[in-house]
């Protein structure tokens, strides 16, 4: 039986730590709002448009 303070490298499911969460979290937000702000663009829109009216 393990002890029961094993560390949490010695856990396979252990949680992030706060640090590596916190940068996930900025990073897929500024992800996100990257996406955002190409599709605030027209000419953008229009050519995504284009190029999946061309797929038929």
Known sequence: MPPPHS???AR???PLRPL???LAWIG???LMG???TLYT???FMVDMADRL???F
Request: charged share 5%; hydrophobic share 50%.
């Open 28 to 30: 897929a937000t500024g």
């Open 41 to 43: 663009h027209p000419a």
């Open 20 to 22: 590596w969460r916190w």
């Open 34 to 36: 990257l996406a955002f």
């Open 53 to 55: 009216w061309a797929c």
């Open 7 to 9: 560390s949490p490298a």
């Open 12 to 14: 396979p499911n252990a």
